[in-house]
């Protein structure tokens, strides 16, 4: 049977034209394996108007090339249908275009199953993202290419990784998939070995130079390949993705589970003026991170927090996440229009429409409130002398102005599980306030500082090098930084004010290997935080 090869090239970066691979660039070892599959009877690269160029310059005659100013999910599947129309195969071999781990024989291996079990659908799942295509048949593309118009929430988003499965799952059991199952599960590291992003970018130069020293058999084993990876921390950890800020050193209420005032932390707020510096700094750093402004405290409290937020979305890569108890508003600041929160909401809604996509897949502005109950008598557990009618007022708001970016988030503990199910019910509702976005948090207890009030164990089975020393940056009101959140009172590690942040984040390499060894500390062995995963 013959596939058509489609390798979308997103427009995130240049990275993926880099020559970092013996000469050659993550762009050209795609093209290098699409050439090779056996199936292949024709290749086309869907690319934009902006990186058009740079696509056309690295390609041989014979592969064609269809650029647009965007690409929506709707257009993906209709020019999808039209190229396959065009064409003598029978089916769609989709990948993105910058994957330098791309792999030959599991490709292999998916289209003899694809072929055999005449499958609609075949991909490969426990893998790490970018080192495999999916395979979609002829027939299944001309339904998507329909189907797709009617999704709403879909077909107006920008193409990702998971657009084809994001359609599929909408109505998984109508079609016949077929899957390649690793035999280790590779999805609990969350390796990306794709040069879209900084961070993968690195991650994936690091890795290739580290897999020279394989032998020629072992370097085609993508388990090897994964192993390799597992094993190295500059593998692991290159940039930080996630930067944890804390503006603010007071709370709209002390909240029992809240190991904040047990410490004794800095005792000013951070000044803009710092902030500013701080988030030149960042963005030079990594231009495609979150950025939130709620490591400790409620940053709606700092007298310039609307400036603090406008000041992230400048930068047109940053996204800024805050997490709040909520705004008070009393029942006139909702009804008036005049009201200085309002008004300072609707011209932050207003930057946000004007600030623009960002690469990294979130939205400019993303909103955490603090719900955690269904009753004021459970929610006065958690938020001590707090109105529950404020942080759900806060969400309606919220959702009003932001729409699709404000989740409500509930603290899973013991003393609010008999509301849970409540909770989930009516947030999980597409016309509940916050529009059907909720977030379940987990409880952490501060490397057992805190009671272990935890209604559920979810840690996996075996421990995997902690998640927020591969990726976190946080940073309190003084600008010192710690390990981690957990350890936010214990020695930091520099002073983000004062010093470079990469030779900061470097420095804490050493105890991302004794994870990597299993040769933990005390605080990170008492820790149940290692899984958990922000952005
Ligand atoms: S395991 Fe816990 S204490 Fe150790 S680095 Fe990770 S979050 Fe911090």
Not at 160 to 174: A, P
Not at 430 to 441: L, R, V
Request: net charge negative; glycine share 4%.
């Amino acid at each position: 049977m013959k596939s058509l090869i489609i390798l979308f090239a997103d427009n995130f970066s240049s990275f993926g034209f880099e020559n970092s691979f013996d000469g050659k660039s993550a762009f050209d070892k795609t093209l290098e394996w699409a050439k090779n599959v056996k199936t292949a009877s024709e290749i086309e690269v869907y690319c934009f108007e902006d990186n058009k160029e740079l696509v056309q310059k690295h390609l041989e005659k014979g592969i064609s090339v269809k650029a647009k100013g965007s690409w929506t999910n709707e257009i993906l599947f209709s020019e999808m249908a039209a190229s396959l129309k065009k064409s003598n195969c029978e089916y769609v071999i989709f990948s993105f275009a910058f994957n330098p781990f791309i792999n030959q024989t599991l490709t292999t291996n998916l289209i003899d199953t694809h072929e055999k079990f005449k499958s609609e659908y075949s991909f490969a799942d426990g893998y790490p993202v970018s080192v495999s295509p999916e395979l979609l048949d002829r027939g299944l593309v001309n339904i998507l290419s329909e189907l797709i118009k009617t999704k709403d929430d879909l077909k107006q988003q920008a193409v990702t990784k998971s657009s084809v499965f994001d359609l599929i799952k909408t109505d998984i059991n109508s079609f016949e998939i077929e899957t390649e199952i690793s035999t280790t599960d590779w999805r609990l590291y969350r390796f990306d070995f794709s040069c879209d992003k900084k961070e993968n970018y690195i991650a994936c130069v690091n890795l290739y130079e580290k897999i020279k020293k394989l032998c020629d058999e072992d370097r085609a084993d993508i388990q090897k390949i994964c192993g390799a990876a597992r094993d190295d921390v500059k593998v692991l950890k290159t940039i930080p993705g996630y930067f944890n800020i804390q503006i603010e050193i007071e709370y709209q209420s002390k909240n029992p589970y809240c190991p904040y005032y047990k410490f004794s932390g800095p005792e000013e707020k951070m000044s803009f003026e710092k902030f500013k510096g701080l988030l030149e700094k960042i963005n030079e750093l990594n231009p495609d991170s979150v950025v939130s402004l709620s490591l400790w405290g409620d940053p709606v409290l700092h007298p310039q927090f609307f400036d603090f937020v406008k000041e992230v979305i400048k930068y047109p890569g940053l996204t800024c996440l805050i997490e709040t108890d909520g705004f008070k508003f009393s029942e006139n600041d909702i009804s008036s229009d005049n009201s200085d929160i309002i008004i300072n909401l609707k011209a932050l809604s207003e930057c946000v429409q004007n600030a623009g996509l960002r690469k990294n897949g979130f939205a400019p502005v993303l909103w955490l409130i603090n719900v955690d109950a269904m009753t004021q008598q459970t929610y006065e557990k958690l938020h001590p002398q707090m109105k529950l009618e404020y942080a759900v007022n806060t969400v309606k708001v919220l959702n009003s102005l932001f729409n699709g970016n404000v989740y409500a988030q509930y603290l899973r503990i013991t003393e609010n599980e008999g509301e849970l199910e409540a909770f989930y019910r009516a947030y999980k509702e597409k016309d509940y306030i916050s529009g059907g976005k909720f977030i379940i948090q987990k409880y952490d207890h501060f490397c057992k500082v805190m009671p272990e009030v935890k209604s559920a164990d979810l840690s996996p089975i075996e421990r995997n090098p902690c998640w927020h020393l591969r990726r976190d940056f946080n940073i309190l009101a003084d600008g010192k930084v710690p390990v981690c959140r957990d350890k936010s009172f214990e020695n930091p590690c520099g002073n983000a004010f004062e010093e470079d942040l990469s030779a900061i984040f470097d420095r804490n390499n050493t105890i991302l290997q004794t994870h990597i060894d299993k040769k933990l500390c005390e605080g990170c062995l008492s820790c149940d935080e290692y899984y958990t995963y922000n952005f």
